[in-house]
């Protein structure tokens, strides 16, 4: 094959360029030929190593040509296999321990294997390492769950790779990143609007987080639900006990609430309790059964009920109000597989919508 390097357009970007004649090469290739390394396109197109990787990516974006699990090679995957072939995916999850990225991470490999992806899981800290970086650009798309603690270089990485990518509940920052979260506004109405149809009218919020995002989507709909029935000033009954999550977020909100019911002679201003997260919730059925409060005698508590089955078997059990994982995996996976194929989204934003489910923590008012 002649080099390009004399005959680029000016007008177009290389690497457009090399994709497309690249690409019409490999369609002639039977499925399986093995394609020549980096190192080789750059010589045989007289171009930098990025130019290369951009056109690679564009080719693999495509399906014409895929890299099988396990191996290093690219192949062709033939103009009739082209989507058959089994994409590489990589999910990013924070590095701490959490019942509901475990629950994720299993609902999205059971969701690959029925739609032919192939799924690794990659912890992350607050340091990337070069070794992750290569590892993530092996692989042909992202699911990113973003930490807190994480949001800034998990950014860096992603405006990085520039690889197809879903964005687990946070924010994205990118017009380019899709994403697929609960409908956190939607999600905390639905919560005020169960305990008010319970007959609660003192419905209380309780952050354990930090009101940032999610969390403050969900306060702003609970506080819109108590609004519209004529409820006054509801920021009047938020207890924040707020703790940054991680692996104490349940004793660090717990222990601030201790405080808290303390500093108010052990009790609650209202008959029912909205916590935002299912952490605080479980910190909260503690309290309260320490300073003698009964739920649901005293205190109805309904939560957003996470991603884990954790509230089932709580004492008593919590209601909960929450959204399905096995949803959330079926969107994010069809997402990516669909770019990955070449095929244009409907939406690059998808919100779960909330289900309610009544457990033994809440009780209505006679």
């Not at 190593?49 to 995957?77: D, E």
């Not at 989507?83 to 991470?105: F, H, I, M, T």
């Not at 006054?232 to 601030?256: F, H, M, N, Q, T």
């Not at 201003?269 to 009964?294: H, K, Q, Y």
Request: glycine share 8%; charged share 25%.
């Amino acid at each position: 094959m002649a080099t390009l390097s004399s005959s680029f357009s000016p007008t177009r970007p290389k690497h457009e360029q090399v994709a497309e004649n690249l690409g019409m090469e490999i369609q002639r290739l039977e499925a399986g030929a093995v394609i020549p390394p980096v190192t080789d396109l750059m010589d045989r197109f007289q171009v930098s190593q990025g130019t290369v990787v951009q056109a690679l990516r564009s080719l693999r974006s495509k399906g014409l040509i895929a890299r099988p699990p396990g191996k290093k090679r690219l192949i062709a995957t033939g103009p009739r296999r082209k989507k058959e072939v089994v994409l590489n995916v990589l999910l990013l999850r924070p590095q701490w321990a959490s019942p509901d990225y475990d629950e994720v991470g299993c609902a999205l490999q059971e969701e690959a294997t029925r739609q032919r992806l192939h799924l690794d899981i990659l912890q992350y800290g607050g340091h990337w390492r070069e070794d992750m970086r290569s590892l993530v650009r092996s692989h042909d798309a992202l699911v990113a769950i973003p930490s807190s603690k994480d949001v800034e270089s998990l950014a860096v990485l992603l405006d990085e790779m520039r690889l197809p990518t879903v964005m687990l509940w946070g924010e994205t920052g990118s017009e380019s990143l899709l994403r697929v979260a609960d409908d956190d506004f939607a999600l905390g109405r639905l919560a005020g609007e169960r305990l008010l149809g319970m007959g609660h009218r003192r419905i209380a919020a309780f952050l354990s987080e930090p009101p940032q995002m999610a969390m403050q989507q969900r306060l702003d709909g609970w506080a819109q639900a108590l609004r519209e029935a004529g409820v006054s000033r509801p920021e009047d009954l938020v207890i924040d006990c707020s703790v940054d999550p991680g692996r104490d977020a349940i004793v660090g909100s717990y222990e601030k609430l201790r405080r808290w019911l303390f500093q108010n002679d052990n009790r609650l201003p209202a008959t029912a309790v909205f916590c935002l997260c299912w952490t605080g919730a479980l910190g909260m059925l503690r309290a309260l059964r320490e300073v003698g409060l009964d739920v649901p005698g005293d205190i109805s508590i309904l939560t957003h009920g996470g991603e884990n089955r954790l509230c089932e078997f709580s004492n008593p059990s919590l209601s909960v109000v929450q959204t399905d994982v096995g949803e959330l995996a079926r969107s994010a996976l069809g997402l990516l597989k669909d770019v990955c194929l070449g095929i244009k989204p409907d939406r690059r934003e998808i919100l779960l919508p909330p289900f309610f489910l009544e457990r033994e923590s809440t009780r209505t008012l006679t």
